[in-house]
């Protein structure tokens, strides 16, 4: 559906925010997964042409099976394009049904009967419809960002991003949101931004982990797990010793459980006494591959 390679972008401050990044994308829910500062919203704002790339290709399939050369032929990718940016604001006197209206004709849908149809649709799908006459600035973080993806699906766009859509919302309005999400990913391709692993986990069939510029993996989250199985260890350590640990083993993550820490190791065979396997999940093949990338890092710098 959407075929990217070799995008970099290097911003005036030096940063590389995209070093030769390649990405398949196909239809239905595809997660992006990094921390802050990956080059995540560089990468979707580049694909919602909202900002140039220095190099590479993005080609999105069309409608008609044509090839659509994303960072050239921008107004092509913009009427198949549903966009929840980020920092999505809202005039906050206006109704919901009102600035929907509005964007709607910015979409250009002009024929007034047919935009009151599509506007209603679409307040309806994201269970807005009865707030829809409420001001905006009245709404919870949740109804904001259910009122983003109804903006972002006017026009019924093939392909729709979103850009850590998750950040500050309550588990409920979360996991509300994933839900909208993933039926709107029956039938187009999503982009879901992300830091939180679990957004992934929950809902994408494919995705990839992004740092640095560097996608670091990409496939499916169940194959990925797959690959750590039997090679992640679990151990209860005191707060005195943790830095022992962390100097000695590859820790791939620390949690407090009952006050003490308690460690996920990552290596090929039972690291020491006390230690217990557990199954893998994609927490600890997120930290696996970024502790992997920060070591690869270390050895370049001194070698
Ligand atoms: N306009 C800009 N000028 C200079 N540096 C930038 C600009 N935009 C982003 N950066 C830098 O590029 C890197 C990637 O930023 P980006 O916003 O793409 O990451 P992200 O993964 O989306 O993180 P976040 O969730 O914090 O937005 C960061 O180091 C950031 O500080």
């Given at each position: 559906?959407l ?15 995209l ?21 995540k ?92 006459k ?38 409920e ?40 510029g ?7 989250p ?33 949690r ?48």
């Amino acid at each position: 559906m959407l075929r990217i390679r070799e995008l970099g972008k290097t911003y005036a401050n030096g940063v590389h925010a995209l070093n030769d990044v390649s990405l398949d994308i196909p239809r239905g829910m595809f997660g992006l997964l990094g921390p802050n500062g990956a080059g995540k919203s560089s990468l979707m704002r580049t694909l919602a042409t909202l900002q140039e790339a220095d190099h590479g290709s993005v080609t999105l399939d069309g409608e008609n099976g044509e090839p659509i050369d994303v960072l050239r032929d921008k107004d092509a990718v913009r009427r198949q394009l549903g966009y929840l940016p980020q920092d999505f604001g809202v005039y906050p006197k206006v109704s919901a049904e009102d600035l929907l209206e509005h964007f709607a004709v910015l979409k250009g849908l002009t024929a007034r009967k047919q935009r009151r149809e599509v506007v209603d649709a679409l307040l309806q799908q994201v269970n807005l419809w009865d707030a829809r006459k409420r001001k905006l600035g009245t709404y919870s973080g949740g109804m904001r960002q259910r009122f983003g993806i109804a903006q972002a699906l006017l026009g019924s766009p093939r392909l729709v991003i979103v850009d850590e859509p998750t950040a500050g919302l309550d588990p409920e309005e979360r996991n509300r949101f994933l839900n909208l999400l993933a039926e709107i990913g029956e039938n187009v391709a999503v982009i879901l931004s992300t830091h939180i692993v679990e957004d992934v986990t929950d809902l994408c069939p494919t995705m990839a982990i992004m740092n640095k510029g560097q996608v670091l993996l990409t496939g499916e989250p169940g194959v990925a797990i797959e690959a750590l199985r039997n090679q992640v260890w679990r151990k209860q350590v005191s707060k005195a010793v943790l830095g022992d640990y962390e100097s000695r083993h590859t820790v791939l993550s620390t949690r407090l459980v009952a006050g003490n820490p308690v460690i996920h190791v990552f290596a090929p065979e039972r690291p020491e006494e006390g230690f217990e396997q557990v199954a893998p999940d994609l927490e600890d093949v997120y930290f696996q591959r970024l502790r992997q990338q920060a070591r690869h890092a270390a050895h370049a710098e001194a070698a």
